[in-house]
């Protein structure tokens, strides 16, 4: 068979009889014309390709795919032509061809007449159907842009009273991928020192969330349509084709990326992502930058707060095992102190009077502050007022202490402490010191001695064990216990306040009452530190054998 | 959610529901338009489209959905939508989708809603 050239009709009302009624039918106009044709022809299959921008599209029931490579020639013949089994008539009108009908085995005489005039018939019936396409794809691409400023703007409110990090970045990764069209997205959030705090895909992972520490993305973001083995902006990629990466940030500071790859078409190819989309998702990024640092923010406060509200019930409990009261007891007058230099302190001091008008007392030190610190004081008050009766001489005291520090306290925690037991009556004073501070004997006439640690501090060493001292106050006597914070306060120049002046306001405190050389100590160390914030706990113990 | 879209189907009488999960994409869509134009050739009269698991539609996925509702249309039939997050149903509302498909916020709403009206 060798058709001519598009002949005009000379029967299209006998035509038309013959195939009005399945033109007139229901389904797409593509799929009727189709049908027509091959009544019409008796050709075995017929298919209609549609020109849609710079691609032709097969057409029908649904959109389907491209023709084979090579199979539409180039240019486009004005003729029908025939290839491969196949007869292949372009559908013009007003000078234009607006789409091809191919017919398979079409019988050679007058069937291929017959095509020709469907030809002629076809052309302005699939013109009109391009053109009502191409309406409603503007209107669709119109409807599309709307909905791109739409989005950009609701996402603004949404993300402005969003504080959930996690639902943030799933509003913005799902946006992004939704108005991009592509077909995978990843968000990855960082610290400032650069660790990933969250990660988010969806249709599979875009870049390496590990990545991101070593991102270079220019202002407006990097478009990559090569191949996928070419890193993006430093990053390396996961299986995608195409992709476009923008930086998530405030002023300087990278809060993260967003990455979406492998735009969509509706014919299953992967489209370039283009500038349009580039600005878009750095619109996108933009408005997650403000919203996220405020998540972040927030979180960071709520945190804040929950630490500083641990610290304040554990220095409530704190407060609590500190004594409130001194005990009155005759033949002593004593006076104690504590300022811990945050909420919760590692200083300890208690006072127990016992059987016989004895006075126990001791003074503790406890390595750390904070909550651990509060801990262990906490351990110690409790081991002390258990073992106290049971204990048979302080070393003995002291030596129970310990092994319950061993047994519940976190590892590598001591304590230093001063332990003493006063029998007012004759004045004997019986101690031990586990590697605290030498505490100050400022006897009546003015002169200080030394008390130096009879042992280790506790909780150091696995079988340590402690000394007893004697030494008999006398009326006038005072003992001055107390913690490294006191003797260690720094002044501005960072000199410490030390042992000499605590030894001179001893000294020079003659005549007066605990209470009020506790003051005075106070006061000093107040005035030498002036405004120098301290970072050791300050406790002081006083008590004179009157 | 899915990386890939799935979907499934349950037909009562001449009503089909179609559940989706994951993305409405390319696949997404055409996996959907593959279960109505299933059942619309066996002459389901209505559908109705849970898509209580989608989070994201793409323009391409929309296509295919005006695609499904056209074929409807064509069959004189009904499409409704229910189950959307507030994203989705704006999306559809400013696509067009919703000038010809009712949406629903509940399943049951839909299916009450495409039940033939009594004179």
Known sequence: MSPGPISSPTSLDELWKRIGGVLGGEGALPTRVAEAALLATGARDATIYLKEKDAWIRVGEKLGGPPQPGEIPEPLPERAWISDGHLWLPLAAEGEIHGLLKLLDVP???ATEQAAMLAFLFGSLVGAYRLARQVRDAEFELKARLLELESLYDLGLSLGGQLD???LADEVLFRSISLTDAGKGTLVLREDSGAVLLERSVGGEVIAAADVAGWSIPEGGEINNAAASVPTAGMRLSTCEKCLVVAISVGERRLGVLAVADKESRDGRVLDFTPTDARLLSLFANQAAAAIETARLHRSAIEKERIERELELAATIQQQILPHDLPDVPGVAIAARNIPTRQVGGDYFDLLPLSNGRLAFL???VSGKGVPAALLV?????AVHLQIEEAKTIPDLVSRIDRHLQRYAAARKFLTLFFGLLEPGTGRLRYVSAGHNPALLRRADGTIEQLRATGVPLGMLPSASWKEATLTMERGDLLCVYTDGVTEALDAAEKEFGLERLSALLTGGAGKS??????DVFDSVGSFAHDVPQYDDQTLLLVERT | MSETCKVSSERRGDVVIIWTDGYINNQGGEEIAREAYVHLDQGARALVLNLEKTRIV?????SILIEVLEKVMDK?????????????DKTFRIMGLAQYAEIYPTQEDALRGVEPQSA
């Not at chain 1, 605990?514 to 003051?519: A, M």
Request: glycine share 8%; net charge negative; hydrophobic share 45%.
């Open chain 1, 108 to 110: 050679e005489g007058e």
């Open chain 1, 165 to 167: 990090l996690s639902a």
């Open chain 1, 363 to 365: 003074v503790a030190d």
């Open chain 1, 378 to 382: 906490s351990t110690v008050h409790a």
């Open chain 1, 514 to 519: 605990p209470v009020e050389l506790c003051r």
């Open chain 2, 58 to 62: 793409n323009s391409i996925g929309i």
């Open chain 2, 76 to 88: 004189k039939g009904v499409l409704a939508f229910c189950a959307l997050t507030p994203t989705i």
